[in-house]
């Protein structure tokens, strides 16, 4: 059975620092993995969609990895600001399904 | 964008009620969710839906139970509201496999 897991839990740093996101996943075979983000009492915002084939997908201040055979996705973000803070969370799918596995998150505090 | 609307951010209604929870979608997605949320249990999925009239039981649906009788609505329903279904409920939608997911702003629902 898939399981995510997204480890700090909880990370505080200063503002400026790059900083990186880890999320492992136990089964190799996923279709795909997504990166969302969650401010309090809110919704989720995608931020990146990584397909297996992938290795890497980039959005602005943002860089998301994917090593299948690893069972590893990291989240890079550069130069954080305050806006940052907020809860990170990944999600796998896997092959021929539907639905997402997800990871606990990880709360995210950048300090001014 | 794609964009998943939820109709009310904040609902309170009494033990017993029947209550809806309506998601709207404006981009022809086949595939909706209803998650919901809750400190330290993550996000969960209560059901999900392929097509118009088409739902399929998520983890957790005891309790609720859905409809989908246009392409671009999923509403959940909480046939007689308990307290213990105090919560984040969370609707998102996809295309297919291979897009991610959007989800939509959230409704915190508080039975009292």
């Known amino acids: 059975k898939q399981e995510v897991t997204q480890i700090p839990a909880a990370l505080s740093v200063p503002e400026g620092e790059n900083l990186v996101l880890n999320c492992s996943f136990t089964d190799s075979a996923i279709y795909n993995l997504q990166w969302f983000r969650q401010d309090p009492g809110k919704g989720l915002t995608s931020l990146l969609l990584i397909q297996s084939s992938q290795r890497e997908q980039t959005s602005g201040r943002l860089n998301a990895s994917l090593d299948k055979s690893s069972g590893r996705s990291t989240l890079y973000i550069a130069a954080s600001q305050p806006g940052d803070s907020a809860t990170y969370l990944c999600?796998?799918?896997?092959?021929?399904?539907?639905?997402?596995?997800w990871g606990a998150g990880t709360k995210l505090i950048i300090k001014p | 964008d794609v964009k998943v609307t939820q109709s009310s951010r904040y609902l309170v209604k009494r033990t017993g009620e029947k209550v809806f929870l309506e998601c709207v979608q404006d981009?022809?997605?086949?595939?909706m969710f209803w998650y919901r949320q809750d400190p330290g249990l993550g996000l969960r999925l209560i059901y999900f839906?392929?097509?118009?009239?088409?739902?399929e039981k998520g983890d957790i649906p005891e309790g609720y139970s859905v409809s989908r009788e246009k392409k671009e609505r999923f509403s959940l329903i909480l046939e007689s509201a308990s307290t213990n279904q105090t919560s984040m409920y969370l609707c998102a939608s996809s295309i297919t496999a291979y897009y991610g997911y959007t989800f939509g702003s959230g409704t915190r629902l508080t039975v009292v």
């Open positions: 981009m022809d997605h086949e595939n």
């Open positions: 839906s392929y097509d118009v009239k088409m739902k």
């Open positions: 999600a796998v799918r896997e092959d021929s399904n539907y639905q997402l596995i």
